[in-house]
């Protein structure tokens, strides 16, 4: 589908593709109309003008670009990248908004009880709750984008979901081991839900309108056999691919095809489908047998599915907008739900119909928690309040308020743990097993039936009073980054967090180098300023409320310095260092030590030696591939590029197979290869090789500096490979002082 401007009309007109193809000179512009945060209308105007002889060229980039990657499409394969996450000094804090909670209870009289925490930075924590002062026991890493609910399965199984559009299992008691990756999900994974007593059932839904009931049990089970085998066939149980990183199985490697990212690995395991949503599912709930399930999501309905064949069984209409969140009681028969209308509604399953409405919110519902008798019902959203509501006799009452909207609840006792936007946590009193308690203090109201009703109570200013003012107990977290600036020396970073306080951070090295504390970020940004070029060799984001830097190839290799500028000691100064090449040795140098130690100890079976590959048999030769440095040094890394130990950086990327993964850089054990890593990644650290690219050269004339007597003998063109310093010397019998700019092409 084409479009043209029509100056007569003033508007965009239709364009069949044979008319486009007779033009003899043809504008067209594409209107993009984005909304911001803050609900204003963007308009981007991007403006083809397409010369009659370029028509077909046209046409044909579009039909490219519309039929995606595919092995007749000539455009080029966009490689796989590689990411680090750069993560501050206390580690044991999270950095991004809170958006789930799971509550472990101790199976002791006198043991820990477990908060579970799952975030926006893609990391769940677990924390010991013994003392008044709840402590971080375990860091669980593995998802690569936000992870969006968490529930407990058995005895010590953490099952979590994520925007990376997987579920994970884990070992809940454990250091942080994920026990298991499932793929099936085409678009984020929002939500899960649990059979309590059938400990081994959980569903999953997400934004592709998708529902999946897994057995987990059987899902283990399924990847236990698989492991097994796999170790029947490397009975060293070292990687058969560790010893052959060639330089020829690279290349082919890097010539394959693409693996989807969202390749089915259930390793012959295939959930339950239940099919029916046509579209964004944002709520499940269970029953304790697992012989119910419901869902909500942005079709304004409550749908409910028999989870063992994954069959439909009712569908209950009555909210008006997104339903965001949901409840069942033990029984099947009683449903709550929580809508962006900011009405609660209990739902009559027999009955098939909604039995009471509650307005008690002023908007978004976004989280529900129930007493155990399904009597009362606590309920956060978008308001930033916590009520607690009487379902049989309709009285609320505001329990608390806070300063971001709440994103989930879970009852612990007789408190209750809060989760929203912001990074901490906060245990709140609840009076979970008597919430009789808080309404006799008095305060309450009467929930309307109408969402209407509740706002205009709001606006007369009849805004009820909190009970609690203070939180019992807070997990303070780190505030997230919400603004960043690269740097023109393309080595430091300028970022601000939510408490307005800001940073300069050195990508090279991970850390932060300077922290101005709550000042103007563009006068900082404006003060930080330097006359310098060098080419844009990564990009950043702060989606996980950190700083992710991402490389590309072939563009990451695009920038150097020289060794002079970098203050590399026992270097030429003229030396080209390229900062890609060497970050990424920076990166991975733990892998390299662990990889040389696994490489270095001979394989053992049933006691004896084990034959193997020549590990020297490796071929070197680099033909048309740049190759900087000497073999001396190819495996050091530059105190510029020494990455920091006490906070080591996330790597986020994948391979040939597996689908994309996250590990700290001190995690890697050196069993990992070209089934995990990139291959140019590997190209680059192993045979310090670089991809082939043009010899570009900065072109430039001289003048004299106005003023100045200084003869120029050259009057053409001159130019300079890739990098151009220049020095401002001695002038005749006077000495000024010496100035270094640097240029980049």
Request: charged share 20%; with cysteine.
């Amino acid at each position: 589908m084409f479009f043209q401007f029509d100056s007569d009309e003033g508007r965009l007109c239709l364009v069949s593709e044979f008319e486009l193809r007779t033009a003899k000179l043809a504008t067209f512009a594409i209107w993009l109309n984005i909304v911001s945060v803050f609900g204003d209308w963007i308009n981007i105007a991007v403006t083809f003008v397409v010369a009659r002889g370029s028509v077909e060229t046209f046409l044909a980039m579009h039909r490219v670009g519309s039929a995606g990657n595919t092995n007749s499409s000539t455009r080029p394969r966009k490689e796989k990248r590689l990411t680090y996450v750069l993560n501050e000094s206390d580690d044991t804090k999270h950095c991004a908004g809170i958006n789930c909670l799971a509550v472990l209870k101790s199976a002791v009289s006198d043991g820990s009880d477990y908060l579970f925490t799952g975030s926006r930075d893609g990391k769940l924590k677990r924390w010991a709750l013994a003392d008044d002062v709840p402590t971080c026991s375990a860091t669980f890493e593995s998802h690569v984008d936000w992870v969006n609910d968490a529930v407990l399965v058995g005895d010590n199984v953490l099952v979590s979901c994520s925007s990376d559009t997987t579920l994970k299992t884990w070992n809940a008691l454990s250091t942080g081991t994920c026990t298991r990756t499932l793929r099936q999900h085409s678009d984020y994974v929002t939500c899960l839900a649990a059979a309590e007593k059938n400990s081994n059932i959980v569903a999953s839904g997400g934004l592709g309108g998708e529902v999946f009931i897994w057995d987990i049990e059987a899902a283990l089970a399924s990847a236990a056999k698989c492991n097994d085998i796999a170790d029947d066939d490397n009975p060293n149980g070292v990687n058969s691919s560790g010893n052959s990183l060639s330089k020829t199985s690279l290349h082919t490697i890097s010539s394959s095809n693409n693996i989807a990212m969202h390749t089915t690995q259930t390793q012959g395991y295939i959930p339950i489908a239940a099919k029916g949503h046509k579209e964004s599912v944002y709520a499940l709930a269970m029953n304790e047998g697992g012989t119910l399930l419901v869902s909500g999501g942005t079709e304004k309905v409550v749908r409910v599915w028999d989870p063992r064949s994954g069959s439909k069984t009712l569908k209950l209409k009555g909210h008006t907008d997104n339903i965001r969140a949901l409840l069942l009681d033990s029984s099947g028969r009683f449903c709550l739900s929580g809508s962006s209308d900011s009405m609660i509604r209990l739902w009559d399953l027999g009955q098939q119909r909604c039995v009471h409405s509650y307005a008690v919110h002023t908007d978004s519902v976004w989280a529900l928690a129930s007493t155990s008798t399904f009597s009362h019902v606590y309920s956060g959203g978008r308001d930033f309040s916590l009520y607690l509501t009487d379902l049989q006799t309709r009285e609320s009452v505001l329990l608390c308020t806070g300063e971001h909207p709440i994103r989930q609840l879970a009852l612990h006792d007789d408190s209750i743990w809060v989760a929203s936007t912001d990074s901490s946590v906060h245990r709140w009193p609840a009076e979970g097993r008597n919430p009789q308690k808080i309404f006799r203090r008095g305060n309450s109201f009467l929930a309307g039936n109408l969402s209407f009703s509740r706002a205009r109570v709001s606006l007369e200013g009849s805004t009820p009073v909190p009970v609690y003012k203070q939180p019992i107990v807070t997990i303070h977290g780190t505030p997230a980054l919400v603004q960043h600036e690269v740097l023109n020396d393309r080595k430091h970073v300028l970022t601000k967090d939510a408490s307005d306080s800001v940073k300069l951070w050195e990508i090279t090295k991970g850390v932060v180098v300077e922290d101005y504390g709550k000042v103007s970020f563009e006068e900082k940004k404006e003060e930080l300023f330097e006359m310098v070029s060098i080419p844009a060799w990564f990009t950043v984001d702060t989606r996980l409320g950190c700083l992710s830097v991402h490389l590309d190839t072939p563009q990451c290799f695009s920038a150097e310095m020289y060794s002079a500028d970098l203050n590399i000691a026992g270097k030429p100064e003229d030396d080209k260092v390229n900062l890609a090449r060497e970050t990424l040795k920076g990166l991975l140098a733990n892998w390299l030590i662990k990889r040389k130690q696994r490489l270095e100890t001979p394989a053992v079976a049933n006691g004896e030696l084990l034959p193997g590959k020549d590990n020297g048999s490796r071929s070197h030769t680099h033909s048309r591939i740049e190759v900087d440095g000497s073999s001396e040094t190819d495996g050091m890394v530059y105190p510029p590029f020494e990455l920091s130990a006490v906070s080591p950086p996330s790597i986020i990327t994948e391979g040939t197979n597996g689908g994309p993964w996250r590990k700290k850089i001190t995690d890697l054990d050196g069993t990992e290869d070209e089934k995990d890593f990139p291959w140019w990644v590997l190209d680059c650290v192993l045979n310090n090789r670089l991809p082939p690219r043009e010899n570009t050269k900065c072109s430039f004339y001289l003048h004299p500096c106005e003023g100045s007597t200084v003869q120029i003998l050259t009057q053409g063109k001159l130019s300079a490979p890739r990098i151009l310093r220049i020095h401002k010397g001695g002038v005749g019998e006077r000495n000024l002082n010496k100035a270094v700019v640097s240029a980049q092409v």
